[in-house]
């Protein structure tokens, strides 16, 4: 009935369904459940808040990937935490000036801005040409940023959601021209660059996490607490198997090869 | 200037002036040739061992995600490895899920430096072009290769050219996957996985550390990691050429790199100490 | 357009997909292996449209941007005549191998490209030495490691001690190796959360909501 060798990843699959599923399911009944606080979200207000000190607008760039790419769940994370940035920016009167690389995320940013605008009650903060489709090709996105950056010198740039080898320079431009940088990414390749850079970075999971914290969804917040539930059982599993393989036993091993 | 202020001014020196320092550093060994000896890595020989030990007339899928950008880093690599194929009388199958640009970069950078003169076209080596889909595609072409392609890059049917007239995946005695786009992962997924294709990356430097995994549980079978892959491949085959000549920079500017690490750090060690010991005063 | 079309039917489009996919995955049944295919078949043809809509998009946007005249609507004029000389020229016969595409690609894309790519050197360098300060124990140990590991890749290291490669291979495949395969293993639990609530219709991002 099954693939050969895959009766354990299937068993694996139905299992970790089950708690991420149960995750849900208790989010949706009411439970409660805390994300640890991350640094880089608090440290939004105190970038907008810099930005309003210094008269200065604030930059924003939710990644590389579209909405239809595999990758969309980084851009979905990175748009729940320019949510929470609008809102900080009408309320405290700072201009945001956000960049693109992929057109389908324009409806999308133009929507947030302009509820966070109404619902702050300054509409005025809207402003069209603030939202700049510069190019899909990353470095050719790059000379588009570098050119906004010596006009209009943001005080803060927020950077969140997937990223290719960009990352880095839109980082040290950022750095170059004094502005309070605050990074969030899961693309492994380029963390390294955001924590060297940046002031403040979410790492890995914390930027999926940020979209759960900042919307407080309980879908989202319950999936998570499955998905922590999940790695508590692999970490069980890994110690388990290797004891038992320093004890001379491979049974665990084998268990996965079934 | 007393001692303390030249330290601060260190710490913040402008960037500029470490531009040209690496300009300088990664430059002169190209004027100045240091002749550093490369040593064989490990990955590096086992992907040598892997293609030395194709026979003759093997079918090999040339991942190509190549572009423009990464053609310092990649470039090198890509053409000893290919000369190494061709050289050993490999059949070759280009095709690219993830970079749209590859077709042309290949036609622009890497056919001109890699004798394809010597190979028929449908028999020895057929370039499929790109086929969009991303890891999807790739899952397509592994199932069914004539399904998913009806015709080559320059729209000659699969069915009619004696390379890909019966192809399947299974036909494939190694994959060599070029990875600007770090997407080795889905390779992995739809070619290791299910099909044991044994795998070579060319990849950068950035991404090596994350591909070290593979490389020890044995899905991956070698990797040449950025230019001093290259080279080293370069050394294997006897053939010294771009890369060779350019890795000397390669460790004047890792020094370099080094030495501002430690010292940007010492330097910010320092200051916040002397800053302590003044307001203490 | 009504909420039916806008979001039920590619909630229901994509949860059949997924389910279709991992059923073939672990069930070798012949109509799940010949649908499985099909829906594969008709991803790529899907994506290559979708190629079209992103070169769609970038006239439609670069257009708005010169009827508006807002600033910068000079670089916009210039988008749009570069991305249509290009894609006739491209489109010419020998289709991506005429002369004149050939020109472009190698004079006006790969070295500004290149150049940008090689940028990051600098700016790795620069952020080398402003951004690492020792100021708790784990940075240390990752200044220490950061050390070797740049070390073993510097093949002159290897001439001034040996100790550098060895010491450099043993932290990328021991604790680094560790670490990563940490990270795979978190990341493959967050992609199978994430399919979860796609087959359950609970993810509409894609949906932009």
Same mark, same amino acid.
């Given at each position: 009935?099954?693939a050969?060798?895959?009766i ?5 699959l139905?299992?970790?369904?089950v ?10 009944k009411?439970?409660?459940?805390e994300? *640890?606080k ?7 207000e105190?970038?907008?808040g *810099?930005? &309003?000190?210094?008269g ?6 939710p990644g ?12 979905v994370?990175?748009?729940?935490v320019?949510? *929470?940035l609008a809102h900080?920016?009408?309320r405290?009167n700072?201009?945001v000036?956000?960049?693109l690389i992929?057109?389908d995320v324009?409806p999308?940013?133009?929507g947030?801005? *302009?509820?966070?605008?109404t &619902? ?5 903060i809207?402003k ?10 990353q ?7 570098a050119?906004i950056? &010596?006009?209009e010198?943001?005080a803060t740039?927020v950077?969140m959601?997937?990223y290719?080898?960009y990352?880095l320079?839109v ?5 170059r021209?004094?502005?309070f940088?605050?990074a969030g990414?899961a693309?492994?390749h380029q963390i390294p660059?955001?924590?060297a ?5 979410l ?10 914290y ?15 539930v999940c790695?508590l059982?692999?970490?069980?599993y890994v ?5 038992l393989?320093?004890?001379g036993?491979?049974?665990f091993?084998k268990l996965?090869?079934? | ?5 030249v330290?601060?001014t260190?710490e913040?020196? !402008?960037s500029?002036?470490l531009f040209?320092?690496v300009f300088?550093?990664?430059?002169f060994?190209?004027v ?5 000896p490369?040593?064989i890595?490990?990955p ?6 892997a293609?030395e030990?194709?026979a003759?007339n093997?079918v090999?899928l040339?991942g190509?995600?190549f ?9 090198p ?5 290919l000369k190494h ?5 490999i059949?070759?199958?280009f095709?690219?899920f993830f970079?749209a640009?590859?077709p042309?970069a290949?036609?622009?950078?890497i056919?001109?430096r890699v004798d ?7 028999v020895d ?12 595609a790739l899952?397509?072409?592994a ?6 392609l009806k015709v080559?890059?320059?729209?000659a049917?699969?069915s ?5 007239? !019966?192809?399947?995946?299974?036909h494939f ?5 070029l ?7 889905e ?6 996985a ?14 090596a550390?994350?591909y070290?995994?593979?490389l020890?549980a044995?899905?991956?079978s070698?990797?040449?990691?950025a ?6 491949y370069?050394?294997l085959i006897?053939?010294p050429?771009v890369a060779v000549?350019?890795? !000397?920079g390669?460790?004047t500017s890792?020094?370099?790199?080094a030495?501002?690490?430690?010292a940007?750090s010492?330097l910010?060690?320092v200051?916040?100490l002397l800053s302590?010991?003044?307001?203490g005063? | ?10 909630l229901l489009? =994509?949860s059949f997909?997924a ?5 073939d995955?672990?069930?070798? =049944?012949?109509v799940l292996?010949s649908?499985a295919?099909l829906t594969?078949?008709w =991803?790529v043809?899907? +994506?290559g449209?979708s190629l079209c ?7 439609i =946007?670069n257009t708005?941007?010169i009827?508006?005249k807002t600033?910068?609507?000079g670089y916009?004029?210039?988008i749009i005549?570069s ?9 010419s016969s020998p ?11 190698d004079?006006?894309?790969r070295?500004?490209?290149?150049t ?6 600098l700016y790795?360098?620069s952020a080398g030495?402003r951004?690492f300060k020792?100021r708790?124990?784990e940075s240390?140990?990752m200044l220490?490691c950061a050390?070797?590991l740049i070390? +073993?890749n510097a093949?002159? +290291?290897a001439v001034?001690?040996?100790?550098f490669p060895?010491?450099?291979k043993?932290?990328m495949d021991?604790p680094?190796?560790?670490?990563w395969?940490?990270?795979y293993?978190?990341?493959?639990i967050g ?6 609530k796609v087959?359950?219709?609970l993810e509409?991002? +894609?949906?932009?909501e």
């Amino acid at each position: 009935m099954f693939a050969a060798g895959r009766i354990a990843q299937f068993a694996l699959l139905i299992l970790f369904f089950v708690f991420t599923g149960l995750g849900i399911w208790l989010g949706r009944k009411g439970k409660k459940f805390e994300v *640890r606080k991350l640094a880089a979200l608090d440290a939004l207000e105190e970038g907008v808040g *810099r930005a &309003a000190e210094m008269g200065r607008p604030v930059h924003f760039n939710p990644g590389w990937y579209s909405l239809d790419s595999v990758e969309a769940p980084q851009t979905v994370a990175a748009l729940s935490v320019f949510d *929470r940035l609008a809102h900080l920016c009408a309320r405290y009167n700072v201009p945001v000036i956000v960049t693109l690389i992929r057109p389908d995320v324009i409806p999308v940013v133009d929507g947030l801005l *302009r509820n966070a605008a109404t &619902a702050e009650g300054r509409p005025e903060i809207y402003k069209a040409e603030n939202i700049r489709f510069l190019s899909p090709e990353q470095f050719a996105y790059f000379g588009g940023v570098a050119e906004i950056f &010596a006009r209009e010198k943001p005080a803060t740039s927020v950077l969140m959601g997937g990223y290719m080898a960009y990352s880095l320079l839109v980082a040290e431009l950022g750095y170059r021209y004094g502005a309070f940088q605050v990074a969030g990414t899961a693309s492994w390749h380029q963390i390294p660059f955001f924590v060297a850079a940046c002031d403040y970075s979410l790492i890995g999971e914390e930027l999926f996490a940020a979209g759960a914290y900042l919307s407080k969804d309980a879908t989202l917040l319950g999936g998570l607490f499955g998905q922590d539930v999940c790695k508590l059982t692999c970490v069980a599993y890994v110690v388990v198997a290797t004891v038992l393989w320093l004890l001379g036993s491979d049974l665990f091993v084998k268990l996965l090869k079934i | 200037m007393g001692a303390r202020e030249v330290l601060r001014t260190l710490e913040r020196l !402008d960037s500029r002036y470490l531009f040209v320092l690496v300009f300088i550093v990664t430059a002169f060994p190209l004027v100045f040739p240091l002749g550093i000896p490369v040593k064989i890595s490990a990955p590096v020989q086992k992907s040598y061992d892997a293609i030395e030990a194709l026979a003759p007339n093997s079918v090999v899928l040339i991942g190509d995600e190549f572009s423009a950008p990464s053609w310092t880093e990649l470039g090198p690599s890509y053409i000893a490895v290919l000369k190494h194929l061709i050289r050993k009388n490999i059949r070759l199958v280009f095709v690219s899920f993830f970079s749209a640009e590859a077709p042309a970069a290949f036609d622009t950078m890497i056919k001109p430096r890699v004798d394809f003169a010597k190979l028929k076209y449908g028999v020895d080596f057929v370039e499929l072009g790109f086929v969009a889909g991303g890891e999807a595609a790739l899952a397509s072409f592994a199932s069914d290769i004539q399904r998913t392609l009806k015709v080559d890059r320059y729209g000659a049917s699969l069915s009619e050219l004696g390379l890909t007239k !019966d192809l399947r995946i299974t036909h494939f005695s190694l994959v060599v996957e070029l990875d600007p786009g770090a997407h080795l992962s889905e390779y992995l997924r739809q070619l290791q996985a299910p099909y044991g294709l044994r795998h070579i990356s060319i990849t950068y430097g950035v991404t090596a550390p994350a591909y070290t995994p593979y490389l020890l549980a044995g899905q991956l079978s070698g990797m040449l990691v950025a230019i001093r892959g290259g080279a080293e491949y370069e050394l294997l085959i006897k053939e010294p050429g771009v890369a060779v000549s350019g890795v !000397d920079g390669v460790s004047t500017s890792h020094v370099l790199f080094a030495i501002c690490l430690v010292a940007g750090s010492f330097l910010s060690l320092v200051n916040r100490l002397l800053s302590k010991e003044g307001k203490g005063k | 357009m009504s909420k039916v079309i806008r979001r039920e039917i590619p909630l229901l489009l =994509v949860s059949f997909s997924a389910i279709l996919m991992i059923l073939d995955y672990f069930f070798p =049944v012949p109509v799940l292996s010949s649908s499985a295919k099909l829906t594969n078949e008709w =991803v790529v043809v899907i +994506a290559g449209f979708s190629l079209c809509l992103g070169a769609t998009d970038l006239i439609i =946007v670069n257009t708005r941007r010169i009827m508006r005249k807002t600033p910068g609507s000079g670089y916009a004029l210039l988008i749009i005549i570069s991305f249509l000389l290009t894609l006739l020229l491209g489109l010419s016969s020998p289709m991506t191998k005429h002369p004149a595409f050939q020109w472009i690609y190698d004079y006006f894309y790969r070295p500004p490209a290149g150049t940008l790519y090689g940028m990051l050197a600098l700016y790795l360098v620069s952020a080398g030495w402003r951004a690492f300060k020792i100021r708790t124990f784990e940075s240390v140990i990752m200044l220490v490691c950061a050390w070797f590991l740049i070390m +073993a890749n510097a093949p002159i +290291a290897a001439v001034v001690w040996e100790g550098f490669p060895s010491i450099g291979k043993w932290i990328m495949d021991v604790p680094s190796a560790a670490g990563w395969r940490a990270f795979y293993i978190g990341a493959a639990i967050g992609t199978l959360a994430l399919g979860l609530k796609v087959i359950l219709g609970l993810e509409r991002g +894609a949906l932009g909501e």
